[in-house]
């Protein structure tokens, strides 16, 4: 299996089904969908456990609420692709070719340990661009560099990027904290030695 996408789920009744469907209609075969219901109060858990019974691509994890550090972090024990990306519940996929465009990256290059792509913030119908600096792609200390710099280049979210699966192996997010991504992904690049920053 190529990717499995993790989806930390807490009272996002409204928003959860854009996200999924966004999910299964990428034009883009070899995934698997897991939904980790953290506890939520609303109507979230039976949506997920729809899902499961309509899409074999789907599992659902119910566990009690330990926020979502806890979520994301059984999620990637459960995982099974050999790549992996986080998408927010209340988020979604704009473009159908995001996972096809840059899982093809990596095939592409087997040295190359993240890819990053662009984001978007959609408000009232309107569409602005929150990171898309320009395809390139950063090694070694430049990762640090940028990554520390602050500039912009690599950007503290997890939900924009698509792991090679075995750089994660010992990396976790640490619970009870605000800004887990910050942390997460700051003992990341850490340790990385190739991001690329995509346009798709």
């Keep these: 299996m190529k990717i499995s996408v993790i989806v930390p789920v807490y009272k996002v009744e409204k928003y959860l089904k ?3 469907n966004s999910i299964l209609n990428q034009d883009f075969e070899d995934y698997e969908i897991i939904l980790v219901d953290d506890g939520s109060p609303d109507g979230c858990p039976a949506i997920c456990d729809e899902y ?10 119910h566990k009690k609420n330990g926020g979502v550090a806890s979520a994301r972090n059984l999620g990637l024990e459960l995982a099974m692709g050999d790549f992996i990306t986080f998408v927010d519940s209340d988020d979604y996929l704009g473009n159908i070719d995001t996972y096809k465009n840059n899982i093809s ?3 592409d290059n087997p040295l190359i340990d993240i890819v990053q792509y662009p984001t ?3 408000e009232n119908g309107n569409k602005k661009i929150l990171y898309k600096p320009k395809e390139q792609l950063l090694l070694g200390n430049e990762i640090l560099k940028n990554w520390y710099k602050g ?3 690599i950007n503290y979210c997890v939900w924009n990027k698509i792991y090679r699966r075995a750089i994660l192996n010992n990396i976790r997010f640490p619970r009870r904290i605000i800004f887990e991504d910050i942390v997460f992904c700051t003992e990341l690049m850490d340790k990385v030695q190739t991001v690329f920053l995509s346009e798709m």
Excluded: H, Q
Aim: hydrophobic share 60%; net charge positive; with cysteine.
């Design 18 to 20: 854009r996200c999924v």
């Design 52 to 61: 499961a019974k309509l899409y074999a691509k789907i599992s659902v994890i």
């Design 105 to 107: 990256i990596f095939l």
């Design 120 to 122: 978007y913030l959609v």
């Design 151 to 153: 500039n912009g280049l």
